[in-house]
């Protein structure tokens, strides 16, 4: 999963969101978030991955390569009012080298508010400002309706299902380009 064409930032900010690198002091709410049924009903999560050691070797992992060669496009959410965690998101590239593969995480009781799809917007404008990535796709499992309507209402557009090597059924997949992000960019109000 590593990622050499996105650089990791140290964080980026949203209206309402902050998503800055993970830090080994996320683990307990990493964890809650990777062991609540709901929050990963669609998530492709090994059993390993959903115990306490899996997730601490994760976790470990993820921080550890920021500062290697290949480092992961993995960030923690942090709700900006209250300092608290709200998910995570973070990218790897797609199996054909075409873009890249956006993931967008909050956690259930922050569902509703359109986190989600800020969250996606902001990770999508910083790929394509800080990178020459020409495409930007989210791959989602088709009963995931809610997560069809944040990638929609973030400005991606389906192309289909698809087989993908990380799923044993068909997925959506669902995309922007660089130059249908800037046109849609060119005729968004100006922020508040």
Known sequence: MMNPVVPVPRQIITERLIMRRCQ???????????????????????PEQKTAAGAQAALWYIVQAYESDNP???????????GRYAGSCGLI???DDSG????????????????????????????F???????????????N?????????AGLSSRGLIDHPDYDEPVVMLAIT???????????????
């Open 24 to 46: 080994e002091s996320d683990f307990d709410d990493f964890f809650s978030f990777l062991t609540h049924p709901t929050a990963t009903r669609f998530l492709n999560l090994t």
């Open 72 to 82: 992961l496009f993995v960030l923690t959410v942090i709700e900006r009012a209250s």
């Open 178 to 192: 660089r130059r249908a992000f800037d046109r849609q960019r060119d005729r968004r109000p100006p922020p508040r």
């Open 93 to 95: 590239p797609l199996p």
């Open 145 to 153: 309706q809610a997560s069809l309507r944040v990638a929609e209402k």
């Open 100 to 127: 890249v593969e956006i993931s967008y995480n909050i956690i259930p009781p922050l569902w509703g508010q359109g986190l989600a799809t800020e969250l996606a917007d902001g990770l999508i404008g910083f790929i």
């Open 129 to 143: 400002e800080a990178s020459r990535v020409d495409l930007v796709a989210a791959l989602v499992m088709p009963e």
